[in-house]
């Protein structure tokens, strides 16, 4: 059970399945390209609905859409599309639906012109996360140039429902933004996490000082 004695960000006070998502995976920055495309079909079926009611159905949505497979997605049929839209479990949304089956055909695009998709989506904040330091929920926005930006590129190569506030909500839960509030304990480790990695990607002075050397 998470602890009642953390300081969080007040959206994820409750219900307890926010409150577990809060503490392990939002805003976790995420390099996988089947995680990415998972999450991105995921804020595109909340779009309209609270992410609480996308998150009591993710793991039915992951079972109906052959776990967030693109290969296997971007190949679904009408008859798919039915079946998907008979499934109580769902989010029977023939738009939302359609969008994902496109989406996965850019996905593949995607990834065949650029070899993967953690880089393509990562270019938009310059490889590394965010940090804007917001105080209270009031300073946080509903989109940002980093989220319009990709939006456009998304929907130049194929894809739907990416407009640039799901963008920018997909930025979060991915981590290419932490925007867990400054008190929040969140904040701090994935701030502590980015800075470690920092140090251990920089390169060492002596690599440094030959490399200015040669400039």
């Excluded at 993967?116 to 990562?122: A, I």
């Amino acid at each position: 059970m998470p602890s009642t004695a953390l300081s969080r960000c007040p959206w994820a006070m409750q219900p307890p399945v926010m409150t577990t998502y809060h503490d392990v995976e939002w805003g976790v920055p995420i390099y996988d390209d089947r995680k990415l495309f998972a999450l991105l079909v995921l804020d595109a079926m909340q779009a309209g609905l609270s992410w609480l009611i996308v998150l009591r159905k993710r793991e039915a949505i992951r079972q109906a859409f052959d776990q967030f497979d693109p290969e296997r997605i971007a190949r679904y049929s009408r008859a798919n599309i039915s079946t998907l839209l008979q499934n109580p479990a769902l989010i029977r949304n023939r738009l939302k639906i359609e969008a994902t089956i496109a989406n996965a055909q850019a996905f593949l695009q995607v990834v065949e012109r650029q070899r993967n998709f953690h880089t393509y989506l990562w270019s938009f904040v310059d490889g590394q996360p965010v940090q804007p330091k917001r105080r209270s929920m009031l300073q946080i926005p509903t989109q940002t140039a980093e989220s319009q930006r990709m939006s456009r590129a998304l929907m130049q190569v194929g894809f739907r429902f990416v407009g640039p506030t799901i963008c920018y909500a997909f930025m979060q839960a991915a981590g290419l933004v932490n925007d867990h509030l400054i008190d929040c304990f969140r904040h701090r480790q994935l701030l502590c996490r980015h800075n470690s990695f920092r140090r251990i990607t920089k390169p060492p002075r002596s690599r440094i000082n030959l490399l200015s050397r040669r400039r």
